[in-house]
């Protein structure tokens, strides 16, 4: 049965209230502030630095269906509305991180999910929701994201949705029961008492709005919000989106346990005002944790945050623009794979999707194509005993090379996810038994082009204690393309140094890797893939970046430019080298892979230190295959 919301005021809200620009101006940007203010209460109260320092939890402030009107990484409530069969009253919170029970409307255990109905005078006017990235919910493994599990019972204590406040009143003996199962509890519990504080200080924020212009022109106000969304995505999906189908594939390298690389395909057309993304054609699921479980609406909700950076970041970024797009995800595939399957490392597969928009996106029209390198998000987590026998655990995000892109060069080092932060240096080594020996951007990792992709950065962890670690990230087979005659970027890298001096090239998924006092970590992110003809960078821009670090002497020439011992620009030889390359190279390419994946996978051990995976595995459950003979 559908959930049921219990509303004791029964009059309707008045769709005819007239709505004039300004106060739809004020309430938008009322709506705003309110979710920044969401975060700023999380990160302010919160205890684990994953949320604290790196900022990974998302808040969003809903319409009565569920649609959000403002947030950043949105659209939970539709997936927990189909799955959730109770009621919704007044004063009800809800909790989850179970995938499976809320059709994807998030991915993996980790995330944990509050949802509050805001009521107004018995009648629902909107909803509050945030979610977070719980540091550890038990499982095999520290921090809960086991790259060998085979079912999702091996990543953590999972939650349907329940309600975790009833009528207002907190249920503590369900809280104590599920921070028990969680190696860090003291912060799972501080962070959630973090993330309901988040929700009232929306559901107050939302009253006030209310006092002033009343509920009827409140509630007209979201709907407008999301309908200027959907107008607005119309008109650039018209002006980039073709009618004849467009064709794009990636690849996750491997899936932690020596299989790869894994295919997302993904098909692209319009038919007048309405858009169809159909991943037919991707692989089935993995027998490891790579799996993705991808929500349809949190497909599209990635859709519009890829349109709206790259035309018109002004426009208010929200749910008003799903009904003109219809996603199709085969049952069974990585994107949308059977339960129990696990689920725990999707993100790598979750970044790639980033990728495969890109590269479809942009068919239609080039010049709006992004490179590749919004592709991992690694992983790095450390944890033991520390010399008091107190237990410590840390969680931390890597930053990587952001393409080049239309606008210009990609940053370097920076996030896949806009709004993160970098963790401090300074936080690390006061926290936790390590310190930073070194932290800086890679020369030559991002793709050369006329606009450069990011350099990707290398950190170096020296631990102070006997340990384990878990890295994942990806990446390190694959190149991250480059675009519009843009050159790939380089890939990641995990190099241990011992304290004895011996050296080991560590698989970019991998976890119980003891260390010892004295082991460093260099941990090597990729860098983003390069946008348009390294040929047309202006050299005086080349010659810059190699005075700033950034580009290396010999990577100066991939660009042709020459530059001297000293950091001049040799004017003429540029001018003499440019005018070889050209001639000698061959045709621009709209897409540049640096080889195809048969070349990768052949040169793989000579490039990389490590063995190219064998052919992936499928996984197939006893009731799934009874159901694909049916």
Request: hydrophobic content about 40%.
């Amino acid at each position: 049965m559908p959930a049921r919301i219990i509303e004791t005021n029964k009059t309707p809200f008045d769709a005819s209230v007239p709505l004039d620009p300004i106060t739809l101006d004020i309430v938008e940007n009322a709506l705003r502030n309110a979710r920044k203010e969401m975060d700023a209460v999380l990160f302010r109260t919160a205890m684990s630095p994953g949320i604290r320092e790196q900022h990974d939890a998302f808040p969003l402030i809903a319409n009565q269906e569920g649609k959000m009107v403002v947030g950043q990484f949105g659209s939970f409530i539709w997936g927990f509305l189909q799955g959730y069969d109770g009621t919704i009253e007044e004063g009800d919170i809800f909790l989850t991180n179970d995938p499976y029970s809320v059709s994807g409307a998030i991915s993996h255990l980790n995330d944990w999910l509050t949802l509050m109905p805001i009521f107004r005078d018995g009648r629902l006017v909107a909803w509050a929701a945030m979610f977070g990235h719980m540091t550890d919910v038990g499982g095999k493994v520290p921090g809960s994201l086991p790259t060998d599990a085979a079912m999702i019972y091996e990543e953590g204590i999972q939650i349907p949705p329940v309600k975790i406040y009833r009528k207002g009143e907190l249920q503590k003996d369900l809280l104590d029961l599920l921070v028990h199962n969680c190696r860090l509890p003291e912060w799972n519990r501080a962070d959630f008492f973090a993330i309901v504080a988040a929700l009232r200080l929306a559901e107050r924020r939302v009253f006030e709005i209310c006092d002033r212009f009343g509920e009827d022109r409140f509630v007209a106000a979201m709907r407008e919000m999301l309908d200027r969304n959907k107008r607005a995505m119309s008109a650039i999906m018209q002006m980039v989106i073709p009618e004849k189908k467009q064709y794009f594939e990636d690849y996750v390298d491997d899936d932690g346990t020596g299989y790869g690389p894994y295919k997302i395909a993904c098909s692209l057309w319009r038919e007048g005002d309405h858009v169809t993304f159909d991943f037919t054609g991707t692989d089935p699921q993995s027998p490891s944790s790579i799996n993705f479980f991808l929500n349809e609406e949190m497909f599209k909700m990635f859709v519009g945050a890829i349109f709206i950076n790259i035309f018109d970041p002004q426009i208010l970024f929200n749910d008003g623009f799903y009904d003109l797009f219809t996603v199709i995800i085969p049952p069974g595939c990585l994107l949308k794979p059977r339960k129990p399957a696990a689920l725990s490392t999707r993100t790598h597969m979750l970044a790639r999707i980033f990728d495969i928009m890109g590269g479809l996106l942009g068919q239609g029209a080039p010049e709006a194509l992004n490179a590749a390198g919004f592709s991992d998000s690694p992983h790095l987590m450390y944890s033991g005993f520390d010399e008091k026998g107190e237990w410590y655990q840390l969680f931390q995000i890597g930053f990587g090379g952001i393409p080049g892109r239309p606008a210009g060069d990609g940053p370097d080092g920076h996030s896949l996810w806009p709004e993160f932060m970098n963790v401090p240096n300074e936080f690390l080594e006061s926290y936790f038994p390590l310190r930073i020996v070194h932290y800086e951007s890679i020369a030559d990792s991002g793709g050369p082009g006329l606009h450069r992709g990011g350099n990707g950065i290398s950190m170096g962890y020296m631990f102070l204690e006997a340990g384990q670690i878990s890295i994942h990230d990806c990446r390190w087979l694959t190149h991250p393309w480059g675009v519009n005659g843009g050159l790939p970027a380089a890939r990641s890298s995990k190099i241990m140094v011992r304290a004895d001096g011996s050296r080991e090239i560590l698989p970019s998924k991998c976890d119980r890797i003891a260390v010892a006092p004295g082991d460093v970590l260099h941990f090597n992110t990729w860098g983003g893939g390069g946008w348009g003809d390294p040929l047309k960078r202006p050299a005086d821009l080349v010659a810059q970046d190699v005075a700033r670090g950034l580009v290396s002497m010999d990577g100066a020439r991939r660009y042709g430019v020459v530059v001297d011992a000293d950091g001049v620009l040799d004017t003429a030889a540029s001018e003499a080298l440019r005018a070889s390359m050209a001639a000698t190279r061959g045709p621009v390419q709209l897409f540049d892979r640096g080889g195809t994946l048969e070349e990768l996978m052949a040169r793989c051990k000579e490039e990389t230190g490590l063995e190219p995976p064998k052919p992936p595995r499928f996984q197939s459950w006893p009731m799934q295959r009874r159901q694909n003979a049916a």
